[in-house]
């Protein structure tokens, strides 16, 4: 069976079109990997079971790139590597409420609690060390702030502010991804942003 011919979606240019699905799983990987793992963890408050949830993302990934490929139905790989971001935070989203709904107490220690406070050991993005050691540890206290205000935010403020502010998704793309309107994700980002400057200005 042979190859769809590559088309360029509109925008693109040629440098960025993807012929091989291999070339396009590698670059998901490197330019996604990072932002999936923090919205995952975000989402389940479990480090361990967010890397699960992402690592079954891009396995879903290599399968659907691969079917793409191969076969003259539309989408042609570069039309679906141009939506592809949409395409991974819904799969790695509809895993995570899949292992969400099957948890259990034993499985995760820390959950959070029915009386919306927060997780003292939310983490929702990824820390790079800075050059030096006093760097370090003000950045580390800046991140335990801003982990720690993100936490107080409601499951769908947090999981619409990861989206727009770590995953850098268009409002349209955040609609696609949760199933709202493009005018209710407006909504909650702008009430999840004035929570955390209240937060954050109160520290």
């Known amino acids: 069976m042979t190859a769809k011919a590559v088309t360029r979606p509109e925008g693109v240019s040629s440098a960025d079109v993807v012929d091989d699905p291999s070339e396009l799983i590698a670059r998901a990987v490197d330019e ?3 932002s999936l793992l923090a919205y ?5 408050r479990d480090r361990c079971a967010a890397q699960d949830a992402v690592q079954e993302t891009f396995l879903q990934l290599c399968r ?8 003259d139905e539309p989408p042609t790989l570069a039309e679906f590597a141009a939506r592809l971001a949409p395409w991974l935070f819904t799969v790695c989203r509809t895993r995570v409420i ?8 034993q499985s995760f220690a820390v959950r959070e609690k029915s009386d919306g406070s927060r997780d003292s ?3 929702a993005a990824v820390l ?20 720690e205000s993100i936490g107080g935010l409601t499951p769908r403020q947090r999981e619409i502010i990861q989206l727009r502010m770590q995953a850098g998704l268009s409002y349209r793309e955040i609609a696609e991804v949760t199933g709202l309107t493009t005018t209710n994700v407006g909504f909650h980002l702008h009430q999840a942003v004035a929570s955390l400057r209240k937060q954050l200005v109160a520290t």
């Open 32 to 34: 996604h990997q990072r």
């Open 64 to 71: 659907k790139a691969r079917d793409v490929a191969s076969t």
């Open 128 to 147: 790079d060390p800075g050059p030096t050691p006093d760097d370090v540890a003000v950045a580390g206290e800046e991140h335990r702030l801003v982990a």
């Open 121 to 123: 050991s939310a983490e």
């Open 40 to 44: 995952a963890a975000g989402l389940l």
């Open 98 to 105: 899949d292992m969400q709904r099957k948890r259990t107490p």
